[in-house]
Structure formats: C-alpha cells, structure tokens
C-alpha cells in the first residue's frame, strides 16, 4: 500500500475509535449524569476550553510536538474524560472535561496539517496536483470518521438495553415529559430508570478501552512526517504569535459580512447541544428509556452523513441559498411540532423522525456555512474559520449552560428566535454580496462538501 494512504488510513480509523467513545458519551451525558445539571455542564466546560485552546494552542504544540505526537497526546485528553465519567462528580468531570477541550483544537489542527503535508509530499512524487491529493485524502477520513456517530450510540444502546430494571411508565409520569418538562430530575420518576451501576461501567470499559486502541494505532502505525517534509509548515505555524492570531480574529469582525454571520454561526452550536442535550433527555430518555438515545442518534448521525455528501454534490446546482431556506423551513417545522407534541411510547416511529429531519437540517448548516466562510473570506480564511469555531462553540456553551435552567418550550422559542434572526442576517449577507458581485452566480458552484471543521464533534 502506498504509504501516505496507510498514514491517512491509521489517522482515519484512529479518530474513528477515539469519537466512537466520545460520540456516545456526550449524546448520553443529559440521561446518565442528569444530578443537578452535572452532564450538560460538562459539555459546556469542554466547549468553553475548547475556545481558549483554539487560540494558542494548536500552533505551539505542532511546532515542539510534532503532528504525530501532538495527535496521540491530544487523544489521551479524550480519554481522561472517559474516565471521568466512572466517578461521576463535580470534582472528576469539570477537570476532565477541561482537559479534553484544551486537548480538541491541537487534535484536529494536527489532523489537518498532518493530511495537507501528506498530500502535498505525494503529489510533488507522483506530479500530481497537491488540491487533488489533500481533497482525496480529507474524502477518505471523513468517510472513515463520519461513520462515529453510528457505532458510538450503537454500543451504548446494546449494552444498556440488557438493564433488567425495565419500569412501566404511568401516564402520570409521563406528563413530565416533552417541552414542557418539569424541571425536576425525571430520570428518577419515569421508566428512564437510571441503568445499573455494572452496565454503566460495562459501557465507559468498552469507551475507555475504544480510546486506548486509538492512542495505540497512532503511535505503533503512524509515520512522523519527516522534518523536511514540515520544514514549511512549521513556518507557517512559527510565523503568527498568539496574540497576532488573536487579534487577527477580532480584527476580522471589521467585515460587516462576518457580523452579519455570527447568529448563523451560533444557530449551529445551539441546535447540535439542542438535540444531544435536550431531545435526548426530556422527550427521549424521558419518555422511552436511555437505552434508547443510541438509536434516536444513530438516526441522527447516518442521515446527517448522507445528505452532507448529497449537499455538497448538489449544491453546484441549485446553489446556496435553496438548501438554506430548505434548511431553515425543516428545522422550523421540527420546532413547533415538538413544542406541540407529547411524547408517548406507543409513537415509537416519531422519536425517530425528529433526529432524522434534524440531521437532514445540520448537514446544511454545516456544509453550507463552512462553505460560505471558504467563499466569502477567501483571503482570509484562518481569522474567518477562528470565528467559526469561536462563535459555534460559543453556541454550544450556551446552549449547555442554559440547559437545566428552563423548560424545553423557553429553549425551543430559543432556538425558533436565533434561527429567524439568523435568516434575516445572512439574507444580509447575501444581499451585499449581490451588490457588491452583480451577475456572478457561479461563485456559489465553488460551494463543496463540508471542510474541515469538524471540531463539532470534538
């Protein structure tokens, strides 16, 4: 095998391994850790660290670490949260979940620069074009790491379906379920019985042991890129100080079209925390039992995969602003009919279409506004993409910091309020774009599949 392939192949599956636990334990974290807001305040502490490190640390690591290095250390800070997640308490997972945000943006800034030097060192062997290469070699990781989301929750509802505790939920409990939820801890009320302390540990073995195998795959398998190799990027890394970098972030928001593009950029941290934090407690947990978050994600993650790979086929055709408004009109549509809807088991089929149409709407969201970022900002995309990563995770924070303070209906109006704000400031955008562009509409067939940041997934 081509030896760069094998590199891209041991990074692919070595993230694969790594999210298949961590994509399981966050879509878990608002059932399994629900005391007094416990789960859902970690993922807002990891989001938080994940914004402090974005701006200083990748850089620094790259350049004394190494990509090979800088990845395997990154991937030990996942793994601390698993453990974490054995102890449950204020004391282990706010530390642990500090450590895995510090430890996300060197991770995939790794990734990137790692792929990038790959691609390029082949194409210069085989007298290829190196856009080609790098284009080929991010297909086949995301093709690879997509699939995460799958076999994350699908572990996680095998093993806690075997919980012998199955409770009848009465009608009476299940008035507690839905948009608008009591605010008390309902998974002690209802038949989302929390799951025996074996299984759980069963579980967090299986996720701990998932991140391990990937430390190991890239440590034993991966290839340091060779100092010649990253003599340039090491430059380009060495060449922004952190405050440089910093400043080239905020100087950025001088561009009236970056401003315009926060809500949107937000909308998508607060409808991803939506789903994994809220959807899966009040309506799923709540009213099904946790074993079955791991399905109703596993819906979510499949039909996200395949219409971003649609998305960023089609979108050459029928261009940006169509899949946004389809985007928008979908998401919409979920809102008002989960703030009218009362979960009940005996709808086992609606639990699935919400996360189905959801993930129908974030493949745009994501696809589409990375896209936008790449075309709007070409000149400048390093400030342009810490914006992104900055005001989604700020989205994210958010989100999971207001999650055990209100009833579901307050987030869903929310949520309803950034997505019309939302729409109006990028019909803004749009807007000066055709005044500032007249008559060049093939700017939106450069749009493609989503870039690279993944950092959603943390």
């Known amino acids: 095998m081509e030896r ?3 590199n891209v192949l041991v990074i692919s599956f070595g993230f694969l391994l790594l999210f298949t636990a961590y994509g399981g334990l966050q879509s878990l974290q608002s059932s399994l850790n629900s005391e007094e807001g416990l789960g859902v305040a970690s993922l807002s502490v990891v989001y938080a660290a994940l914004i402090l490190s974005s701006m200083f640390l990748p850089p620094i690591l790259i350049k004394k670490l190494g990509c090979k290095w800088t990845i395997a250390i990154s991937m030990c800070c996942y793994i601390a949260f698993s453990l974490g997640n054995f102890y449950a308490s204020w004391y282990t997972l706010i530390p642990t979940s500090v450590i895995l945000g510090l430890g996300g943006a060197p991770l995939w800034s790794a990734k990137c620069t790692y792929l990038t030097i790959a691609g390029t060192s082949y194409a210069e062997k085989a007298g290829k074009n ?44 299940l008035e507690c379920c839905g948009a608008y939820n009591c605010l008390t801890d309902t998974t002690n009320t209802t038949g989302s019985a929390k799951p025996s302390n074996s299984l759980i540990y069963t579980l967090l073995g299986v996720y701990t042991a998932s991140g391990v195998l990937a430390v190991l795959l890239v440590i034993i398998f991966l290839d340091q890129i060779k100092s010649h190799q990253a003599e340039t990027e090491k430059e380009k890394l ?210 493609n599949g989503r870039p690279h940041s993944q950092e959603t997934h943390m």
Not at 142 to 153: A, C, D, K, R, T
């Open 4 to 6: 760069n392939l094998k």
């Open 130 to 173: 190196a856009k080609d290469i790098i284009n080929q070699y991010f297909g086949v990781f995301f093709l690879v790491f997509q699939s995460s989301g799958i076999w994350g929750n699908l572990i996680s509802s095998l093993i806690l379906s075997q919980s012998s505790t199955k409770v009848e939920i009465s009608e009476e409990d």
């Open 238 to 447: 060495e060449a922004p100080s952190f405050w440089s970098t910093f400043l080239a972030t905020f100087r950025h928001l001088k561009d009236k079209r970056q401003c315009l593009l926060i809500p949107l950029t937000m909308y998508s941290g607060f409808e991803q925390g939506f789903l994994s934090g809220d959807y899966t407690k009040v309506y799923v947990t709540c009213a099904l039992g946790i074993q079955y978050v791991g399905y109703v994600m596993i819906c979510f993650a499949a039909v996200n995969s395949l219409c971003s790979l649609l998305f960023g086929k089609i979108s050459q055709f029928t261009g940006r602003k169509l899949l946004f408004a389809l985007a928008a009109v979908t998401n919409t549509a979920c809102i008002i009919a989960l703030l009218l809807w009362k979960p009940h088991p005996k709808q086992l089929a609606v639990f699935f279409v919400f996360p189905a149409l959801w993930g129908l709407s974030d493949a745009v969201w994501q696809t589409q506004t990375n896209g936008l970022y790449g075309i709007l900002f070409e000149k400048h995309k390093e400030a342009a993409f810490a914006n992104y990563r900055l005001w989604e995770s700020l989205g994210f924070v958010i989100a999971f910091g207001y999650s055990t303070k209100l009833q579901a209906y307050i987030k869903l109006y929310i949520l309803l309020s950034v997505l019309v704000l939302s729409m109006v400031t990028y019909g803004a955008v749009e807007y000066l774009e055709s005044k500032s562009s007249p008559g060049t509409p093939a700017a939106t067939k450069k749009e």
